[in-house]
């Protein structure tokens, strides 16, 4: 029940219908908060009960100004959760394992059920094996289902027996966009204490790019899974008062410009403005020219950025792309109704106060692509062909690992040269650029990089060379979300087959359309023949090439790179593109509009220089450039309102929960307890709760710790937490082998998040790893010690475990950046890390950590491991947690070796009371179930 202390509780009526809500216009001042805060505020006010939310919480918020650094705390509860099927899978386990370690403490295990609604889409686990051939979809389909099934029999268990709990099947879309186009409701009603209350539609999601939604002006963002099934069982979120930063759009698009050149300007920008941690806003005159799917566009690649969140606010865009999608009318009605009574309409003319303002004219846009393995090295598209080349040719951010991070190649691999600026262009005077084939082995005269491999493909003979394209994906819901760039991709898929041209044999081609909507307008456009002519077939629904789901080269593509160490790429319409990411032969990715994508397909190299150079010959030998089967803007306009209609996705999502003949065929188990298989080896009672009592146990120092990894600046959660392919080879690989797996079925370890015993195996074994224990060497490998003998981190991870040696990891900055992998912080636990030692740490990992109970220590401001002299061969301790009711903010850390010691106060980044309660628990998921019992 709602204390109400600022008497903010009223009706609103839409219709016939009344609905209780609170008023943010009784509340003095918050009339100068900015969007996002003010739905915070909102939360609070109708969730204070004097105990978690407080009215010095509301006090705070209302107080708040664009100068404020006290850092104050709130409590904010999400009013849902949204999960993929790669982070769902390992929620529902441990909720299940929830359920046996409620009844082994006496408890209820009813009790381990959502408090409030959880959506889970089954999109993750699509892999594009067939492609160029309209058996694709049927095949992917099906292979997915068989790998799967385990997995997907125990979500179907999930549905049944957890109440507010609903899974979308697989092979219907991805779920950032399934909930952009039918879950999010903008302005959420929900029965409580009697009364039908209306308040914002807000969530946490077990996926990075959930920020995808604050296009529709829905707030929420990406957590890790541990984080979400709090959320799920009650808990708030335990939140600092954020800066909003303002980012004031003015002007329009120029002709030619896209959605994705547009994003990937304001990823670079915001990169530059630094706002990690932050809350983005978008406001001013140019906001109204900007389409719904072009907003969720710009939310979706948030992570990039590094911001929490990216929103738009409400305005009359809203509400024609709820028309658009099929939204009721009275719901319609209420989202206005309820922005404009709470001031959460757009209104340009008396913008917010904001920490900041960032000002984008977006007549300067140009296009572009971001890459070779950073989403915010914005190349601009002229410029591609000789930055590409400067890679090639010895560019330190491939090839050269920066401060022990990450390395791709031996930059011994290629010519020497003076590196390419990705964010300036390239050098003044680079080589004469003859970027045709026939001219690429005349280049290696010059000494830059031509290694050309014949190789013959379905009977086509063809040359490869570093720098050809080998994979055009288009595939994320960062753009298959947003029909301009869709249609205008299959309009320029008509013009080239009207031109004659096609792609070329050694690119694999693939469409996975985020929702079935696009291949109902595609089709009702009469484009779909010209995508499969080119060989972009649809491939299934589902995130694919974005995640590493790539599936295998073409044969003799792979062959050639492989067996010539070629320097391939993948242009891609996503969102990532990190090391090792996309495809574990092809080292640089690049992200692009999908009418680029297509573009270079045809090209088949990123030496093309796109808009002076053409793409190919027709069969008549005439020269056939971009600018010759680029459609207009008002082209793509005319498609769009002709073809995209709200009965498609009426119509498309009317049973979006029912599945097809394998989803509903499966036998699902019954009961309120999980019936777990010791034979599985996807699902497995995971370790989390064995020998917990219903008391936690004290706090202690750390003792005695030996380095795991010592690391770089910029590990990501991709370097830490088991992704992609699962090498035969590895220790996961051989333990899957064991259990009787043969290579072929071996799956990703996405699919396999469910079991621990293949996760673990799997942390820190990421190919491009460079452990600085290990010179020399890249993956998951380390130094043992006393003995200093060179093994796996997984092996000697369990030989210290054997020895009782706590573990530490130490890195540079930015540690733990990139996707919200609850698996980059379990399995740093299941290791036996006791704590990571960084320069800094990006905001989901740094929590999740915490989560597991791990410790997140900070180097003082201008230290680092290179500075201290630290070797990773000392024994270390970690002195002043025990004996304290509380956890101090600096703890002394000690390490000695050879006769040397080194010592300093590390700064303690448990940041919020609620971190706190959870580290004394010795994790989020013990305190919460010690809670609900």
């Known amino acids: 029940m709602s204390t109400n202390s600022f008497d903010t509780r009223d009706q609103l009526r839409v219709g016939d219908t009344d609905y209780e809500i609170?008023?943010?216009?009784?509340?003095?001042?918050?009339?100068?908060?900015?969007?996002?805060?003010?739905?915070?505020?909102?939360?609070?006010?109708?969730?204070?009960?004097?105990?978690?939310?407080?009215?010095?919480?509301?006090?705070?918020?209302?107080?708040?100004?664009?100068?404020?650094?006290?850092?104050?705390?709130?409590?904010?509860?999400?009013?849902?959760v949204l999960m993929q099927d790669f982070t769902g899978v390992p929620c529902v386990v441990d909720l299940v394992a929830m359920r046996d370690a409620m009844t082994d403490l006496g408890g209820d295990p009813k009790k381990i059920n959502p408090l409030i609604p959880g959506e889970l889409v089954i999109d993750h686990s699509l892999i594009a094996d067939a492609f160029g051939t309209p058996e694709a979809l049927g095949i992917n389909a099906q292979l997915e289902?068989?790998?799967?099934?385990?997995?997907?029999?125990?979500?179907?268990?999930?549905?049944?027996?957890?109440?507010?709990?609903?899974?979308?099947?697989?092979?219907?879309?991805?779920?950032?966009?399934?909930?952009?186009?039918?879950?999010?409701?903008?302005?959420?009603?929900?029965?409580?204490?009697?009364?039908?209350?209306?308040?914002?539609?807000?969530?946490?999601?077990?996926?990075?790019?959930?920020?995808?939604?604050?296009?529709?002006?829905?707030?929420?963002?990406?957590?890790?899974?541990?984080?979400?099934?709090?959320?799920?069982?009650?808990?708030?979120?335990?939140?600092?008062?954020?800066?909003?930063?303002?980012?004031?759009?003015?002007?329009?698009?120029p002709t030619g410009t896209t959605a994705t050149d547009l994003v990937l300007t304001v990823v670079e920008l915001l990169r530059e403005t630094r706002v990690v941690g932050k809350f983005v806003e978008f406001f001013g005159p140019g906001v109204a020219s900007v389409p719904l799917a072009n907003r969720a566009t710009l939310g979706n690649m948030s992570p990039e950025y590094g911001a929490t969140v990216a929103i738009f606010p409400i305005d009359d865009e809203t509400l024609d792309y709820m028309r658009l999608t099929g939204r009721e009318e009275q719901q319609i009605k209420l989202v206005e109704a309820y922005a404009k009574q709470q001031g959460l309409w757009h209104d340009p003319e008396n913008p917010a106060q904001y920490t900041q303002v960032v000002e984008l004219d977006l007549a300067t846009v140009e296009p572009?692509?971001?890459?070779?393995?950073?989403?915010?090295?914005?190349?601009?598209?002229?410029?591609?062909?000789?930055?590409?080349?400067?890679?090639?040719?010895?560019?330190?951010?491939?090839?050269?690992?920066?401060?022990?991070?990450?390395?791709?190649?031996?930059a011994d691999s290629f010519p020497a040269s003076d590196p390419v600026s990705l964010t300036t262009g390239p050098r003044k005077d680079p080589p004469p650029r003859k970027l045709t084939r026939e001219q690429l082995t005349a280049n290696a005269k010059l000494g830059w990089p031509s290694d050309p491999v014949d190789v013959t493909i379905g009977g086509t003979p063809a040359i490869i060379d570093h720098g050809d394209v080998v994979i055009a994906a288009i595939t994320s819901c960062t753009n298959t979300s947003n029909p301009s760039v869709m249609l205008g991709a299959a309009l320029l898929a008509k013009k080239a087959v009207e031109k004659g041209l096609k792609t070329r044999?050694?690119?694999?081609?693939?469409?996975?359309?985020?929702?079935?909507?696009?291949?109902?307008?595609?089709?009702?456009?009469?484009?779909?023949?010209?995508?499969?002519?080119?060989?972009?077939?649809?491939?299934?629904?589902?995130?694919?090439?974005?995640?590493?789901?790539?599936?295998?080269?073409?044969?003799?593509?792979?062959?050639?790179?492989?067996?010539?160490?070629?320097?391939?790429?993948?242009?891609?319409?996503?969102?990532?593109?990190?090391?090792?990411?996309?495809?574990?032969?092809?080292?640089?990715?690049?992200?692009?509009?999908?009418?680029?994508?297509?573009?270079?397909?045809?090209?088949?190299?990123?030496?093309?220089?796109?808009?002076?150079?053409?793409?190919?010959?027709?069969?008549?030998?005439?020269?056939?450039?971009?600018?010759?089967?680029?459609?207009?803007?008002?082209?793509?306009?005319?498609?769009?309102?002709?073809?995209?209609?709200?009965?498609?996705?009426?119509?498309?999502?009317?049973?979006?929960?029912?599945?097809?003949?394998?989803w509903r065929g499966m036998d699902v188990p019954e009961g309120d307890k999980y019936a777990w298989s010791g034979e599985s080896t996807y699902i497995?009672?995971?370790?989390?709760?064995?020998?917990?009592?219903?008391?936690?146990?004290?706090?202690?120092?750390?003792?005695?710790?030996?380095?795991?990894?010592?690391?770089?600046?910029?590990?990501?959660?991709?370097?830490?937490?088991?992704?992609?392919?699962?090498?035969?080879?590895?220790?996961?690989?051989?333990y899957?082998?064991?259990?009787?797996?043969?290579?072929?079925?071996?799956?990703?370890?996405?699919?396999?998040?469910?079991?621990?015993?293949?996760?673990?195996?799997?942390?820190?074994?990421?190919?491009?790893?460079?452990?600085?224990?290990?010179?020399?060497?890249?993956?998951?490998?380390t130094r043992h010690f006393p003995d200093g003998e060179q093994t796996s981190i997984y092996e000697a991870a369990m030989q210290y475990a054997e020895e009782k040696v706590p573990l530490v990891v130490i890195a540079g900055t930015e540690y733990g950046s990139g996707s919200s992998r609850d698996w980059a912080a379990k399995g740093t636990t299941l290791l036996g890390v006791r704590a990571v030692i960084a320069q800094s740490f990006e905001r989901i990992h740094r929590s999740n950590l915490v989560g597991m109970g791990v410790l997140p220590l900070q180097f003082p401001e201008g230290e680092s491991a290179e500075s201290l002299g630290i070797t990773g061969e000392e024994v270390f301790s970690i002195t002043g947690l025990e004996g304290r009711a509380d956890i101090p903010e600096t703890v002394t850390v000690r390490g000695e070796a050879d006769g040397r010691t080194v010592e300093f106060e590390a700064v303690v980044r448990v940041d919020t009371p609620a971190e706190e309660a959870y580290y004394q628990h010795g994790g989020i998921l013990p305190y919460v179930l010690r809670q609900l019992l």
């Open 736 to 781: 899957l082998q064991e259990q009787g797996v043969a290579p072929k079925d071996f799956n990703s370890y996405g699919s396999r998040r469910g079991n621990h015993h293949v996760m673990v195996r799997g942390t820190f074994a990421n190919v491009r790893l460079r452990n600085l224990l290990a010179p020399g060497t890249e993956g998951g490998v």
């Open 368 to 410: 572009s692509i971001a890459g070779p393995k950073r989403p915010q090295d914005r190349i601009p598209l002229g410029d591609a062909p000789a930055t590409v080349l400067g890679l090639l040719a010895g560019e330190r951010s491939i090839y050269e690992p920066a401060d022990g991070g990450v390395d791709d190649a031996s």
């Open 145 to 253: 289902f068989e790998r799967n099934e385990e997995r997907y029999q125990l979500l179907r268990w999930a549905q049944e027996s957890f109440s507010d709990f609903v899974v979308v099947p697989p092979d219907t879309g991805i779920c950032h966009q399934v909930n952009l186009e039918y879950l999010s409701r903008v302005v959420f009603t929900r029965e409580r204490d009697g009364v039908t209350q209306a308040y914002p539609d807000t969530l946490v999601g077990t996926d990075s790019h959930t920020p995808m939604v604050n296009g529709l002006g829905v707030l929420g963002w990406g957590v890790g899974g541990i984080e979400a099934e709090a959320a799920m069982l009650g808990q708030p979120a335990s939140l600092l008062i954020p800066e909003v930063v303002g980012l004031k759009l003015t002007g329009e698009l």
């Open 505 to 662: 044999p050694w690119v694999k081609t693939t469409l996975a359309p985020g929702s079935r909507v696009v291949t109902d307008y595609l089709e009702r456009a009469g484009l779909t023949e010209y995508l499969d002519a080119l060989g972009f077939n649809n491939i299934g629904y589902g995130c694919t090439t974005c995640i590493g789901n790539s599936g295998p080269l073409i044969p003799e593509v792979s062959q050639a790179t492989t067996g010539n160490d070629l320097n391939v790429a993948s242009v891609l319409s996503g969102n990532r593109n990190f090391e090792g990411r996309i495809h574990p032969e092809v080292k640089m990715n690049f992200l692009a509009s999908p009418p680029l994508v297509i573009a270079y397909a045809l090209a088949g190299s990123l030496h093309t220089d796109l808009l002076t150079e053409p793409l190919a010959k027709n069969a008549d030998g005439e020269d056939v450039y971009l600018r010759d089967i680029w459609p207009s803007d008002e082209e793509i306009r005319e498609v769009v309102s002709e073809n995209v209609r709200a009965e498609m996705f009426e119509e498309g999502y009317a049973d979006v929960f029912t599945g097809d003949e394998n």
């Open 684 to 734: 497995r009672k995971p370790p989390y709760f064995d020998g917990m009592g219903a008391e936690p146990e004290p706090v202690t120092d750390v003792t005695g710790a030996r380095v795991l990894a010592l690391l770089g600046d910029s590990v990501t959660t991709d370097h830490i937490s088991p992704a992609g392919n699962i090498n035969p080879n590895s220790p996961a690989g051989r």
């Open 22 to 80: 609170f008023r943010l216009d009784k509340v003095e001042t918050t009339s100068r908060l900015p969007y996002s805060l003010k739905i915070l505020l909102e939360n609070l006010l109708r969730n204070e009960d004097g105990r978690l939310v407080t009215r010095e919480q509301i006090d705070a918020l209302v107080n708040w100004t664009p100068e404020d650094t006290s850092e104050r705390e709130i409590q904010y509860s999400p009013a849902r």
